[in-house]
């Protein structure tokens, strides 16, 4: 069935939009439409001939955000490949594991990632702007590889509570329905719009190009290859609307920014998400910028599509001062069955509290070489999220915690045993426990509580350095409780309630 590849998101815009800028770093333009699509198609024949990538085969991109990113990501679906991104966040060894994982024969990187992971991986190493890079730009072009709908294009790596790294298949058709579902129910975008990137391609602000793309919206990368207020500002006064995604840490940065009522009008979408919005925040954000706030609630097994509290949504709520619609995610995505139901998959009415559980044209084909995880989460046929919500009478979900233990700071998932598996070597720890404590600024911070083994005394800072060896700097424990044993329920299990009250007093802090 030719035309599932997603590749072809391209074609239109090569055609109507040629001559229009497609890449920009900055205001300065990079690709065109046609030029984007043809060194797609040229970089696709070089991982053909010069790498023997074939149909099926995956391709890992452990780099920053780069001008070259998009254009790598579509030449190995052009070659039929199957993309691996991998959050640049990562510690290398963290993405040696990952890319191993997803059986990955080569890896795009940027020169701040290629050193550590060339050290740690047998597949070759790709850096952007660098001589093989070139050679792949050179090569000669190639037509799309015909895929199915069902074939898997993107292999979206969480984690556990084990801590070991899950590969959500996401299919063509998969991503495909997430973009037509942005374009149904989230905002018409055209080539008057424009995407700045200020998070990571490698996540969310990767598939949500995918409906701008499409649409022939230009693609903006900021010079500083990140997020910086001023910047952002200028980059969206210069444009006619542009939309980015951000979580709510750096919303509330903008929402504060003196210039941001007079950029205001340059705004398209602010696409927030990653962590849960404080209807504070929401309303900050409105007041400053206006109802431009767009609030989505998905998970990588389902991407960027679960339910939505929508632009208008958003901005009726805060003129009524409806503190419950605020709270929400909002309703059901377009396609999409979104329920509520008990532990014996039993929907529940309006109020009641379950585990949120999710069918649609997004939802994954299970987990990469996952079978017994892949049946669990999808059993009878839908995705159960591992959230706990319910749905009020106007049909909006409102999240209560997460079953998972998931900490989310900054708007990146922390799970604590990978933290605990890295302090646990330790020879100075008996036992430990990580959990996340509420942050004005980050959402969350990650806690640890240890008890010492006998006869040890316990170093916060030789427990620092041995997470920066291990894991990335992110998930590194802001601090250390000394405990004399860690509290648990009559069965043995560790009660972390009991922690994150103990964090939030402040006791053993260390």
């Known amino acids: 069935m030719y035309g599932a590849n997603l590749a072809g998101l391209l074609d239109g815009p090569?055609?109507?939009?040629?001559?229009?800028?497609?890449?920009?770093?900055?205001?300065?333009p990079q690709r065109t439409w046609a030029e984007l699509a043809e060194a797609v198609a040229r970089r696709a024949g070089g991982l053909r001939?010069?790498?023997?990538?074939?149909?099926?085969?995956?391709?890992?991109?452990?780099?920053?955000?780069?001008?070259?990113?998009?254009?790598?990501?579509?030449?190995?679906?052009?070659?039929?490949?199957?993309?691996?991104?991998?959050?640049?966040?990562?510690?290398?060894?963290?993405?040696a594991d990952v890319l191993a994982r997803g059986h990955a024969r080569l890896c795009f990187a940027t020169t701040d990632t290629a050193t550590a992971i060339g050290a740690e991986v047998e597949a070759p190493v790709?850096?952007?702007?660098?001589?093989?890079?070139?050679?792949?730009?050179?090569?000669?072009?190639?037509?799309?590889?015909?895929?199915?709908?069902?074939?898997?294009?993107?292999?979206?790596?969480?984690?556990?509570t084990t801590g070991k790294p899950k590969g959500a298949r996401l299919s063509h058709g998969n991503l495909a329905a997430m973009a037509s579902a942005y374009l149904a129910d989230a905002d018409a975008v055209g080539p008057r719009d424009s995407m700045i990137h200020?998070?990571?391609?490698?996540?969310?602000?990767g598939l949500m190009s995918l409906p701008f793309?499409?649409?022939?919206?230009?693609?903006?990368?900021?010079?500083?290859?990140?997020?910086?207020?001023?910047?952002?500002?200028?980059?969206?006064?210069a444009g006619k609307r542009s939309t980015f995604f951000v979580p709510p840490t750096l919303l509330r940065r903008l929402a504060a920014h003196p210039r941001a009522g007079a950029s205001a009008p340059g705004i398209g979408t602010i696409i927030a998400g990653a962590a849960p919005i404080l209807p504070a925040d929401l309303r900050a954000a409105i007041g400053a910028m206006g109802p431009v706030v767009w609030n989505g609630y998905g998970q990588g097994e389902s991407p960027c599509t679960i339910t939505a509290n929508g632009k208008a949504a958003i901005g009726a709520a805060v003129e009524s001062g409806e503190e419950a619609a605020l709270r929400s995610v909002g309703v059901a995505r377009y396609g999409m069955v979104v329920r509520v139901v008990d532990e014996e998959d039993r929907e529940l009415p309006s109020g009641e509290v379950g585990e949120v559980v999710v069918d649609g044209p997004t939802v994954m084909a299970g987990y990469l070489d996952m079978p017994e995880a892949s049946a669990q989460t999808l059993r009878g046929g839908a995705l159960h999220t591992g959230d706990l919500g319910f749905f009020d009478d106007a049909g909006r979900l409102t999240l209560v915690d997460r079953a998972k233990d998931v900490i989310i700071t900054?708007?990146?998932?922390?799970?604590?045993?990978?933290?605990?598996?890295?302090?646990?070597?330790?020879?100075?720890?008996?036992?430990?426990?990580?959990?996340?404590?509420?942050?004005?600024?980050?959402?969350?911070?990650?806690?640890?509580?240890?008890?010492?083994?006998?006869?040890?005394?316990?170093?916060?800072?030789?427990?620092?350095?041995?997470?920066?060896?291990?894991?990335?700097?992110?998930?590194?424990?802001r601090s250390y409780g000394v405990l004399a044993e860690l509290p648990r329920n009559p069965a043995g299990k560790v009660l972390k309630s009991k922690l994150r009250q103990l964090a939030e007093a402040g006791d053993g802090a260390a």
């Open 213 to 237: 793309l499409a649409r022939g919206a230009a693609q903006v990368l900021p010079p500083s290859g990140g997020f910086d207020a001023d910047e952002l500002f200028d980059l969206i006064e």
């Open 49 to 95: 001939d010069r790498h023997a990538i074939a149909p099926g085969d995956a391709v890992a991109l452990f780099a920053s955000n780069h001008v070259a990113y998009l254009e790598a990501l579509f030449s190995i679906w052009h070659a039929g490949g199957v993309a691996v991104p991998i959050s640049s966040r990562l510690h290398a060894r963290e993405a």
């Open 410 to 477: 900054g708007g990146y998932n922390v799970y604590p045993r990978e933290v605990e598996d890295v302090l646990d070597l330790d020879p100075a720890v008996a036992e430990v426990a990580v959990v996340g404590l509420p942050d004005p600024e980050w959402g969350e911070i990650v806690i640890a509580f240890v008890v010492a083994a006998p006869g040890a005394e316990v170093d916060a800072e030789a427990l620092d350095r041995r997470c920066l060896d291990s894991i990335a700097r992110h998930k590194r424990p």
């Open 198 to 205: 200020v998070a990571a391609f490698s996540h969310a602000s």
């Open 126 to 160: 790709v850096v952007f702007g660098e001589e093989e890079d070139a050679a792949l730009e050179a090569a000669a072009p190639i037509a799309a590889a015909p895929r199915l709908a069902t074939d898997d294009a993107w292999i979206f790596f969480t984690s556990g």
């Open 14 to 28: 090569a055609r109507w939009a040629a001559e229009r800028p497609a890449l920009l770093l900055g205001e300065r």
